[in-house]
């Protein structure tokens, strides 16, 4: 497959994995063979307890690590907050911000989303946006708007297709088997697409990366990343086994 944009496929582990994690880590970068590397970036979002011990093993198996969140400052009185310098020292190239059961557990809004991606930007970490529609939302033929408005709220126009990537995960489609029909992938994406274009520049908005996640396994990956602008998959659940993982980055091949 010809792709202008290299892909990039990142496992959000959320709140799972305890040191006994790392020997499946192990399997991940076994399975990461030199075709993959060729064809696809792999990102694994462990949970923070996990972050430097991964980070540390990482090199040589050709995946970098990701946090799952950040706070807006650098640091100070905070307690139980972990802020993106601390994130970059422990050895993340990147950091989810938004994810949507951030926003719905911690009353997280576009502002404070935002704040959240200068802070990786400010650190030198890739910040991954998640954007996505409730159930009631996308019922209400709103989808769009409500992506438009969380990509204009939360997105600093000082980023670039080097340090953003954006994730479209519909809050109905995560962790429950359900996902959107690829026309309806593509809509959005295109949206998010002209919508990036507005926020960034043409040129960078053109080459950054827009993910697909939401329920993605083995049996549907392969559907989904053929779908014009997704430029790789967000994994919750299938992320957790090396073979799951694997399997659904191995379409790129
Ligand atoms: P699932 O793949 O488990 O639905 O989770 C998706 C997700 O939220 C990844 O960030």
């Known amino acids: 497959m010809t792709r202008s944009i290299r892909p990039l496929i990142v496992g959000n582990w959320k709140m799972n994995g305890l040191t006994a ?3 499946e880590f192990n399997a991940f970068g076994a399975g990461n063979d030199a075709a993959l590397r060729r064809a696809v970036d792999l990102m694994i979002c462990p949970p923070a307890t996990l972050l430097f011990a991964l980070a540390h093993s990482a090199p040589g198996k050709g ?3 990701g946090a799952q969140d950040c706070h807006v400052k650098d640091s100070g ?4 907050d972990l802020s993106a310098v601390m994130l970059a020292d422990a050895g993340a190239s990147a950091v989810l911000v938004g994810h949507s059961e951030r926003r719905a557990d911690h009353g997280e809004n576009d502002a404070i989303v935002r704040a959240k991606a200068e802070a990786a930007y400010r650190n030198g970490l890739t910040a991954i946006v998640c954007v996505g529609e409730t159930r009631a939302e996308r ?3 709103k989808t769009l708007s409500v992506i438009r408005r969380q990509l204009k709220g939360s997105v600093p126009e000082m980023m670039t297709a080097h340090d953003l990537v954006i994730g479209y995960e519909p809050v109905w489609a995560i962790g429950t088997g359900l996902t959107p029909t690829a026309k309806d992938v593509e809509e959005v994406h295109a949206a998010i697409r002209a919508e990036l274009k507005k926020i960034i520049g043409k040129e960078e908005g053109a080459r950054t990366r827009i993910l697909y996640g939401g329920s993605v396994k083995p049996t549907n990956a392969k559907e989904l990343l ?7 998959l967000l994994v919750g659940g299938a992320s957790l086994k090396a073979e799951d993982f694997l399997t659904i980055a191995g379409f790129y091949r």
């Open 21 to 23: 994690s790392l020997n």
């Open 63 to 65: 995946i970098s690590i």
């Open 77 to 80: 009185a905070h307690t139980g």
């Open 139 to 141: 019922e209400a033929g």
């Open 226 to 232: 053929a779908v014009a602008n997704v430029d790789g």
